[in-house]
């Protein structure tokens, strides 16, 4: 049976990525899997690394366990909106907090190259636009999605990593938010 982590990065709980989570959710329990959720609002933890990488800061219990929960996880979904190109300061914080040298990637000894240290899981990576999804790719370069999908899941290991554009949604009509919704649950089921 496949172990689904489903981790929400919108800050707040009132979103329509609090509802595309809320449906993924409610397929991925009617299916044959293992599921738990992740919500990075709800962690108590400081987001910043404030030594960078030359001195390790300790890591607060709630980002213990989520590290629990993303090392028993075979499949990461990622539900988050795009803010400026890139993902909400909170969850950037907990990227650089949880995913550390040594736990999820590990340099090799006098050598430029690593190893992914999360080898066997695979990713699904579900992201809200307020434009459409080929102006971002075309006019931006998704760098939302380069940072998480190559710069940190790849590298760190995880592969294959699929990717879901939902957008625009400022200004949606209800009938596009619904029609998305019942496609989350479909996500969530494995279809």
Known sequence: MRKVLVINGHPDPDSFNQELFRSYLKGARKSEQHVDTLIIRDLVFDPDLQFGYRKRTE??????????KIKWADHLVWIHP?????VPALMKGFIDRVFLPGRAFQHRSGS???DGLLKGRTA???TTLDQPAWYYWLGFGRPSVNQ???STLKFCGVSPIKVTYIGPIRGSA???RR?????????????
Request: glycine share 12%.
């Open 59 to 68: 890591l607060e219990p709630d980002l213990i366990a989520a590290w629990e």
């Open 82 to 86: 795009v803010w400026w190109g890139g």
């Open 112 to 114: 430029l190259w690593w």
């Open 124 to 126: 699904h990576i579900i």
């Open 148 to 150: 998480l999908k190559r």
């Open 174 to 176: 209800y009938e596009f």
């Open 179 to 191: 029609k998305w919704l019942k496609r989350m649950e479909r996500f969530g089921g494995g279809w």
